[in-house]
Every structure is written in C-alpha cells, then in structure tokens.
Nanobody, 115 residues
C-alpha cells in the first residue's frame, strides 16, 4: 500500500503562483510514476503532469510552460510549481502514484484562481 497526502492548495489571484506538495509513505520503492491530476465538478479527472521513476515528465498542453513537476532526493515526495495561474486552473488537484499494478490517490487539495 502507498499513502499520499497533498498540501499547498488555496486561493490565489490570476497570474499568481502556488506550490503543491505530495508526501508518499508505505511501499514507496514499488512506485514507478507519480503525478498530479485535477478535477472540476461534472468533469472527469484529467492529467496535469507526471514524472516517472527515471525522471521523464509529461504535461498537459494547457499547463506546459507554466507548471513544473519535481521530486525530492528520496523519491518520497513530489511537487507541482504552478505559475501564471488562470481562472481555468481552478480545480481539486489530486496526487497520484502507480506501481504498475495499482494506482493510488491522495485526498485532493482545492486550488481556486480568482480575483
């Protein structure tokens, strides 16, 4: 089992920045990728950014150049630096981890971009 806990959401004005954090615990050596997804009411959860154990990254087209995913040296935490935030980035952001067999989710953290 892998447990994920997100933090760092909140309210920010358009053009502002936020940094999300996700701490993983449990069987973290089994994780092959970690990432961030987001969801708005009535819509499916969508990929924001993902990083593999080897360090490869992938971003949604809507956030490329504005968001950056990174991890700590122990591979037990990932971060999402969000710059130039737009109202359409408003969503609940979920941390995700996969080990090739199972997918794990955090509880989500609300990000609201509004003036």
């Amino acid at each position: 089992q892998v447990q994920l806990v997100e933090s760092g959401g909140g309210l920010v004005q358009p053009g502002g920045s936020l940094r999300l954090s996700c701490a993983a615990s449990g069987r973290i050596l089994s994780i092959v990728s970690m990432g961030w997804y987001r969801q708005t009411p009535g819509n499916q959860r969508e990929l924001v950014a993902v990083m593999t154990r080897g360090g490869s990254t992938n971003y949604a087209a809507s956030v490329k150049g504005r968001f950056s995913i990174s991890r700590d040296n122990t591979n037990s935490a990932i971060f999402l630096q969000m710059n130039s935030l737009k109202p359409e980035d408003t969503a609940v952001y979920f941390c995700n981890a996969a080990n090739g067999i199972q997918v794990y989710w955090g509880q989500g953290t609300q990000v609201t971009v509004s003036s």
